[in-house]
């Protein structure tokens, strides 16, 4: 039913305009309903009507109806044009029922102010309506009839009036809510604020909803007093015609009703879309004054809300892009960061020792494991003909500060470190070159050891900890330790550094490190600390020096367990080789036996000392000379060259090596050295 009530109301605009649409709601709603009323009502009162009326009251209503339409615009079809401005212009902005997109905003403005204005017009119409059919049907009764009814007619039509022209205001603007909110949207989407237009007031609404209440009480009262009540047949066809009568009225106020319950719906939907974030913007198809005000003040609010999110949205957008643009840049600082960071912890790995070759039978093991990628930790050993310098040394600090010191602290150590210096005289030297250097008050700590090629060491402490001497023979432990002041942090210090003696015996090991190993704790508090360090030393005495080395740190992550590292952790340990006694021994055999001539017996103690302790580079000397001795010149040749690799500016070395090559014929070679 309802999709033939639309397709009748589209149809008729198709053929009449948009205007003429609200004649098919006149037509149902009210014209039939009402002409029936006023006729039903009249009956009740007088009893019998004249036959005739009814005709006559018909054709008073077909010619309403027809002039109706043309006041809508209904014959423009055949080139009747509405007599009313407004109506045209209605039917301009609209195609039938669809609103034209191409006109000005001024034409929008204007028809949205028809649209709210129609309603009243309709209901002016209304009074012509009812005064056209009653004074046809008056004028008949008196011209023709003569029934004496006419006061009856007159009530009829008085009580009509309202109710028709009520039912022309509430059809028409139930019908024509839903363009006014479409060209609101039209206005807002090309920039316009829609104007707040209104008819009526809810007061007057409620006026005219009482007006109807006692409307239904009067006829209920008149009709019960008729005379129409004292039949029976009168009395059945009052109860009809009042239950109609109520359904009618009940009608035309659930209308009223259902204008303003959809207006307030409107703004429920468009706050409850506010509370969840939604899009609340509404257009009201409300023309109450109250509710227009109403709807009007609460879609501004929503502007101010959206521009305010919008303006929040876009501040919220920029910072957004702007922390991006920030994270990228700082992403790209970060990577050129840790480049360069990766790049200095390369240098830095570069002033450690490339290689940690044996020196006289003595072997080297050196681990280093930074907190971050550079550290203030920094290990060394320098060599010299006459001995070796083993130095372990730790900045104060981390990170790249510290690093920056171990690197003018390799400088200074390499300066300082003569032949002949002790590890006490180097401390002093380098002490007052760094206290130039180091404007800071960055500091290291250091220990050293000088150990001779008679395995004699003398040793520095410059508030290090203390080195660990684990003796082969016995497994005891003896710890250095010397005065001496932190190094770079006063030049007075220079006085307080002193040295320390002590004796290397075969497969004895010193171990150095930094307070990184014996200071790190695990989740409940304690120390790594030194004794178990030295526990450590013992249990893996047995293993070589760098497995030795690998099962201490090893032990000491079990200990840390997942706390984290905080500090940087750095050890040096060194070891004469078990066999150095055995080798001294037969190296001595093979000297005197030289001195009794007995070079092919020299050589064979040579070769066994070799076996013994290969890393001695003196050894290879010797088993060089007893070959030149016996004149195998390419044996001689091939067994000095690990002396020569070590030892490239000994002057006996290179006396031997040119013998070599004269006798190999190879006199430029020999000229050359």
């Known amino acids: 039913m309802k999709t033939l009530y639309s397709k009748l109301t589209f149809l008729l605009a198709r053929l009449g305009g948009f205007s003429a649409a609200p004649g098919l709601h006149l037509l149902f709603t009210s014209v039939i309903l009402t002409a029936s009323f006023a006729y039903g009502y009249a009956k009740g009162t007088v009893g019998n009507l004249h036959p005739e009326i009814m005709l006559v009251l018909a054709g008073g209503v077909i010619l309403a109806l027809l002039l109706h339409l043309l006041s809508y615009g209904a014959l423009s079809a055949i080139g009747i044009p509405s007599p009313f401005r407004h109506v045209r212009r209605l039917n301009k902005v609209f195609h039938a029922m669809t609103l034209q997109d191409n006109l000005d905003v001024a034409d929008y403005r204007q028809a949205l102010l028809d649209l709210t204005k129609y309603p009243q017009y309709q209901a002016v119409y209304g009074v012509f309506d009812v005064a056209l059919v009653l004074g046809i049907v008056v004028g008949y009764d008196l011209l023709f009839l003569q029934t004496g009814h006419i006061p009856h007619y007159l009530v009829a039509g008085a009580i009509s009036l309202p109710i028709h022209t009520q039912f022309c205001y509430v059809t028409a603007d139930l019908h024509l809510g839903r363009f006014r909110s479409e060209i609101k949207r039209l206005l807002f989407e090309r920039g316009e604020i829609p104007p707040n237009y209104h008819s009526f007031s809810l007061k007057v609404k409620f006026f005219l909803i009482l007006v109807i209440i006692i409307l239904a009480a009067y006829i209920l009262i008149t009709l019960m007093n008729s005379e129409a009540m004292q039949t029976k047949d009168g009395l059945r066809y009052i ?192 002490n007052r070159d760094l206290c130039r250097k180091i404007t800071t008050q960055d500091y290291l700590t250091a220990f050293m050891l000088r150990i001779d090629e008679n395995n004699r060491v003398t040793y520095s402490n410059a508030s290090h900890p203390k080195a660990i001497h684990l003796h082969y023979a016995n497994r005891e432990i003896t710890l250095y330790d010397t005065n001496g002041l932190f190094i770079g942090a006063m030049e007075d210090a220079g006085d307080s550094y002193e040295n320390g003696e002590t004796v290397l015996k075969a497969g004895d090991r010193i171990f150095l490190y930094t307070d990184g190993i014996i200071e790190h704790k695990n989740s409940a508090g304690e120390e790594f600390g030194l004794d178990r360090l030295i526990a450590l030393i013992r249990e893996t005495n047995k293993l070589s020096l760098s497995e030795s080395q690998n099962q201490i740190i090893k032990q000491l992550r079990v200990f840390m367990g997942n706390e984290p590292v905080r500090d940087d952790i750095s050890m040096l340990c060194l070891e004469l080789n078990p066999r150095w006694n055995e080798f001294a021994a037969l190296f001595a055999e093979g000297k005197q036996l030289m001195k009794q001539n007995n070079t092919h017996g020299a050589l064979e103690k040579f070769i066994q000392a070799a076996k013994a302790v290969p890393e001695m580079p003196r050894i290879h000397y010797a088993i060089s000379r007893a070959y030149f001795k016996l004149r195998e010149f390419e044996k001689a040749e091939e067994a000095l060259l690990p002396f020569e690799k070590i030892f490239q500016n000994d002057i006996r070395g290179m006396q031997l090596k040119a013998g070599i090559l004269i006798s190999l014929g190879r006199n430029h070679e020999a000229k050359t050295l």
């Open 239 to 430: 109860i009809t015609f009042s239950f109609f009568a109520l359904l009618l009225l009940s009608s035309l106020a659930v209308m009223y009703f259902s204008a303003i319950f959809m207006s307030i719906k409107e703004l429920q939907r468009a706050a409850l879309a506010l509370e969840s974030g939604g899009d609340p913007v509404f257009f009201s198809r409300a023309t109450d004054l109250e509710l227009a005000n109403l709807s009007s003040g609460f879609f501004s609010a929503v502007l101010r809300t959206k521009n305010y999110q919008q303006d929040l949205q876009e501040q919220v957008r920029q910072a957004t892009a702007n922390l991006s643009q920030a994270n990228a840049e700082l992403r790209h600082k970060d990577a050129e960061m840790q480049m360069e960071l990766n790049f200095a912890a390369d240098i830095q790995k570069g002033i450690m020792p490339e290689t940690m070759a044996p020196w006289n039978g003595i072997s080297f093991a050196g681990c280093f494991f930074p907190m971050n990628k550079v550290s203030g930790d920094y290990y060394d050993i320098f060599r010299t003909a006459a001995a070796v310098y083993v130095l372990q040394a730790d900045v104060s600090g981390h990170g790249v500060p510290a690093a920056l010191v171990t690197m003018a602290a390799k400088q200074s150590f390499a300066a300082a470190v003569t032949p002949t210096a002790t590890p006490a005289d180097i401390f002093r030297q380098v």
